[in-house]
């Protein structure tokens, strides 16, 4: 495994802003009317999920702080499942699209949850 200097290089980080880029993309295709409601709330949690494990990086020198932002991260990369089943709900997205975006959420989830348990060593300073 090779040293991990900045939060991009986290597979984890790299994942979530690949969906969060999946999602904007397919987002763009959303009716007006949702511009301010679903539209923004699921870019909104997408985007937070890699903003939040950057956070936790940055406050790795303190175990609690890293496991709530990476908590936070969890928290809205569930969020942003529930807002795309309601996108496959009302037909913005196809049953695919919503499969392969809600598996991925799965495998970050997973991932931030090893992180977490793990987090003794994500929080060692050499």
């Known amino acids: 495994m090779s040293t991990i200097k900045f ?4 597979k984890v980080y790299q994942k979530s802003f690949d969906a969060a880029m999946e999602i904007y993309k397919l987002s763009k295709k959303f009716p007006k009317e949702e511009i301010y409601s679903l539209t923004d709330q699921i ?11 950057s956070e936790a990086w940055g406050k790795r020198k303190y175990e609690r702080s890293f496991i ?3 908590t936070d991260s969890e928290g809205e990369a569930r969020e942003t499942q529930t807002w795309l089943q309601f996108a496959l709900a009302c037909k913005y997205i196809n049953e695919e699209q ?6 991925q959420y ?3 989830i997973g991932m931030l ?7 003794k060593s994500w929080c ?3």
């Open 113 to 119: 949850v090893n992180m977490m348990i793990q987090s």
């Open 7 to 10: 939060h991009q290089d986290l």
């Open 68 to 70: 709530a932002r990476l």
């Open 124 to 126: 060692t300073f050499h």
């Open 106 to 108: 799965n495998q970050i």
């Open 43 to 53: 870019r909104r949690s997408s985007r937070s999920v890699s903003a939040n494990i």
């Open 98 to 103: 919503f499969s392969i975006l809600n598996n």
